[in-house]
């Protein structure tokens, strides 16, 4: 006999009260791993998006919040609201070169998918896209499609096939090798023809620029911000934008996870309680046979641990697994574009593993302080006498 | 039989506070020689299972003093005290003795832990005390598998796991039929003879006559004293 056996014993001679306590501890440990897996995958996957940005400029409207910005990033549909003249005033600062993209939404096989209108041959260079099958836009005003790689994948589509959008046929003209961002998740057409069957007239969304030095950075935004009335970001300084907020977004996850942990360690508090009351004789009869006050502390604290240890691991497994399957789900909805194509098992390792395991066991050790110390500290004759 | 184990002096024990207050004991002096038989016998709610338990140190006194082989067992530390319970002293209760999700053996090797034998000698010592107590053939049966007067005589068997000097029996056998009683009593005196000192409370008339001291407790208060000097 040691005290290792008389505890696992103890566990399990209530066997319903058992399982739901351990549920308790387990269902707190699962979301608490699975929203932080989540949270850690968006932010990896904006991170990577954001390394593949091609323009070192992000020219926009003075009015724009950071969600539009984000969408930038995620390639969502974007107000058209910069004039179309910007772009030829931006462009004639000397060492910029600029791009403009006009971002809208069409709808393939009844999902939401991006048309960017561009100025077809300095686009290409502009972001080194290179043409995987088919012919790329001839000209700035040819009516057919070019679509990223992700696109032709995900939807099935070849050269040749015609798409809809708003009425019009457009038949797919070229696609593009991968290129890893999000250029990868849109379709493209010349820029005069997106705004004309849109119906924006005059505007697009947002410019994309270059500069010659990269080290004059803040002369050039001088520069632009001399000549016309616009915002000027850095794709780093959107970066930053969008990591804090997928910040305060990981922080409210966390929170919630938070919420469920503390429930889960009220549970063992309860559970334990309920056991030291059950068995206020039984501790009375070891305290009588020579159980020091310390062994009857331990009995129950290793007892609490217990349920955090095991607990933790099934809570792992479950975290794991749920994040595995709502991380697709989640990128289906809208939140998800910061999720394009991000594996949540990249972000669940083994300090993660062990950091969770560690956590639950100490809460269920915390948990267990108060419950032990109360059954340590009956006196014999206090947990002899019977009610 | 010359030396004395167990010294009581002027013990008394006051349970509750203030309007609730009760005397349980009020002033009793006893000596009890080492390897003796003693009963203590007395009307219900009179204060013998608080002298037990004082005894024992399972309690402390209000007042006076309880010396074990001459050590004052009102000073000790929890600790010191727990020591002394798993090493010098065996108990065993009238009812629900046994740890009830262990087995018989369990329930002594569980005793065994808290004492000085060393873990390797655990199960042949369990399987001896079993075997004296005639119960060799119930080592793997639960208390609830086990009749009243088995469930006692594992008590037994348990209260001897560290091999104390000392055993205290609260009425062991007051739930028995006669013939279960009569079972626990013989291991009891074959304990006896091996050289323990046996304190227990009863009130079986039979036992106390053939104690070899006698202590009538009645409403806190030692008022007779038969056997031995
Ligand atoms: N823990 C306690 N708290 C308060 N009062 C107690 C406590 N234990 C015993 N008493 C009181 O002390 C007195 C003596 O009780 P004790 O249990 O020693 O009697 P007893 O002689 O063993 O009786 P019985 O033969 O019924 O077992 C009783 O009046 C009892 O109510
Ligand atoms: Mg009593």
């Not at chain 2, 038989?37 to 309690?59: A, E, R, W, Y």
């Amino acid at each position: 006999m040691n005290i290792f056996k008389l505890v696992a014993k103890n566990l399990l001679r209530r066997k319903g009260r058992f399982v739901f306590t351990l549920l308790g501890i387990t269902i707190g440990m699962a979301s608490f791993v699975a929203l932080l897996s989540l949270g850690g995958s968006m932010r990896g996957e904006v991170t990577r998006q954001a390394d593949a940005l091609g323009a070192n400029l992000i020219i926009t409207p003075k009015n724009w919040c950071a969600y539009d910005q984000i969408s930038i990033l995620t390639g969502n549909s974007l107000p058209e609201s910069l004039q179309y003249s910007v772009l030829a005033e931006v462009s004639a600062i000397p060492g910029i070169t600029a791009v403009p993209y006009l971002t809208q939404t069409t709808a393939v096989q009844n999902r939401p998918v991006s048309v960017i209108g561009i100025y077809p041959a300095e686009m290409l260079e502009f972001n080194d896209w290179r043409v995987r099958e088919g012919n790329y836009f001839s000209s700035r005003d040819v009516r057919v499609l070019v679509l990223g790689s992700g696109i032709a994948n995900s939807f099935n589509l070849n050269v040749g096939d015609t798409l809809t959008i708003r009425g019009e046929n457009f038949p797919v003209a070229a696609i593009l090798e991968e290129n890893g961002n999000n250029d990868d998740t849109a379709m493209y057409l010349p820029l005069s023809v997106v705004q004309e069957i849109f119906d924006v007239g005059e505007y697009i969304s947002y410019i994309g620029a270059k500069v010659e030095n990269i080290a004059e950075t803040e002369s050039y935004i001088a520069a632009i911000l001399d000549v016309v009335n616009v915002s000027v970001t850095t794709d780093r300084q959107l970066l930053s934008t969008v990591l804090s907020m997928l910040g305060s977004i990981n922080v409210a996850l966390q929170l919630i996870a938070g919420v469920s942990l503390v429930a889960a360690a009220f549970g063992i508090i309860n559970t334990m309680m309920t056991a030291i009351s059950e068995r206020r004789r039984e501790i009375g009869i070891l305290r009588a046979i020579g159980g020091k006050s310390g062994a009857i502390f331990k009995i129950f604290l290793l007892e609490s641990g217990l349920y955090g240890f095991l607990g933790g691991i099934l809570g792992v497994a479950v975290g794991y697994v749920v994040s595995i399957f709502a991380g697709p789900m989640i990128a289906e909805s809208g939140m998800g574009d910061l999720l394009k194509g991000a594996a949540p098992e990249a972000s669940i390792n083994a300090p993660i593993i062990f950091a969770a395991i560690f956590l639950s066991v100490a809460i269920s050790v915390l948990s267990g302080f108060y419950p032990a110390w109360k059954a340590a500290k009956l006196t014999p004759a206090e947990a002899m006498s019977y009610e | 039989m010359s030396d004395t184990i167990i010294r009581i002096e002027n013990l008394v024990k006051i349970y509750g506070k203030n309007a609730a207050k009760t005397h349980a004991l009020k002033g009793v002096s006893i000596e009890i020689p080492r390897g003796s038989f003693s009963c203590v016998v007395g009307p219900s709610g009179h204060g013998k299972s608080t002298l037990l338990q004082l005894i024992g140190g399972l309690d402390k006194p209000t007042d006076g003093s309880v010396l074990i082989c001459d050590a004052d067992i009102s000073k000790m530390s929890d600790n010191k005290l727990s020591e002394l319970r798993a090493e010098k002293i065996g108990f065993v209760f009238q009812f629900f003795n046994l740890l009830h999700n262990l087995t018989a053996m369990e329930n002594i090797q569980t005793a065994m832990m808290f004492g000085k034998i060393p873990q390797k000698d655990h199960r042949a010592k369990a399987e001896k005390l079993l075997a004296l107590v005639g119960l060799s053939d119930k080592a793997n049966a639960k208390p609830s598998e086990l009749s009243g007067g088995q469930q006692q005589r594992v008590s037994i068997a348990r209260a001897l796991a560290n091999d104390p000097d000392i055993l205290l029996m609260d009425e062991p056998t007051g739930n028995l039929d006669s013939e279960s009683e009569n079972e626990v009593l013989n291991h009891i005196f074959e304990i006896h003879k091996s050289g323990k000192t046996i304190v227990i409370v009863t009130h079986n008339t039979e036992l106390a006559h053939r104690a070899d001291l006698l202590f009538v407790i009645k409403d806190g208060i030692l008022i007779q004293k038969e056997g031995l000097s």
